[in-house]
């Protein structure tokens, strides 16, 4: 779905008229229609507006045009509930519920999250403990939060 369909979704599956909506996020009606004919889009500003309204993620508003994973453990986050949230509600589309909670970070270290890992993800290479944290250290270094 496009922007444009999603907006006007949320909107009608929320039972609001286009002013309705212009006023919860603080635009006029005429940015609303032109939100919903594709025209324009909302600024970033806006779309955090919308975001924290509707309950959902920034990238589920734009149609979900990128790929996300999560910056700790490497997890697709292609499901909003799925995305963590500050402690104030809204997403932090960089890390999964998993990883970041409550505003911090579950693992303290790359080596307790490899830890983790060990125990939790199949093996049906059946590598070595040894291979598989070294894989896992390769994988795990190459994101954000790891870096």
Known sequence: METKDILKSLREKNNLTQEQMAERVMVTRQAVSRWETGETQ???????LLSR?????????????RQIICQCCGMPLNEDDLISREPDGSYNEDYCKWCYEDG??????K???IDFLIGHMPN????TEEERRSRFDAFLSQLKHWK
């Open 42 to 48: 909302p600024n970033p500003e806006t779309l955090k």
């Open 111 to 113: 080596e307790s999250m």
């Open 53 to 65: 309204q509707f309950d959902v993620s920034i990238n589920t508003l734009l149609g979900s045009p």
């Open 104 to 109: 911090g970070f579950v693992y303290e270290s």
């Open 124 to 127: 049906p290479d059946n590598l």
